[in-house]
Nanobody, 120 residues
């Protein structure tokens, strides 16, 4: 099970930290990814981290602004979002995939979303 939280309303240039809390599976064997979907747009991958080898990825649109970290004790992955822009407004979801980073097509579990709204 994946539980995403931490969304909210923030002004452009501000920061938010999203949390994805995992339970019911061996966290250390999974990659965790963050995805977002804005109204009228397709779901897209934002960032991900592998708890197996520490590999990370970031979408070009968030590179240099977002970072990702994993707390294996708390079984939680954090998405640190800085310098937020109105175009970052979306529902953010987290997903898990066994021994790999999840994609929009390949994942083993998907959490509910948390709304992020960035005002201009």
């Amino acid at each position: 099970q994946l539980q995403a939280s931490g969304g909210g309303l923030v002004q452009a240039g501000g920061s938010l930290r999203l949390s994805c809390a995992a339970s019911g599976f061996n966290f250390d064997d999974y990659g965790i990814g963050w995805f977002r979907q804005a109204p009228g747009k397709e779901r897209e991958g934002v960032s991900g981290i592998s708890n197996v080898d520490g590999d990370t990825y970031f979408a070009n649109s968030v590179k240099g602004r977002f970072t990702i970290s994993s707390d294996n004790i708390k079984k939680t992955v954090y998405l640190h979002m800085n310098s937020l822009k109105p175009e970052d407004t979306a529902v953010y979801y987290c997903a898990a995939r066994w021994y790999a980073l999840p994609t929009t097509l390949y994942y083993d579990g998907w959490g509910q979303g948390t709304q992020v709204t960035v005002s201009s």
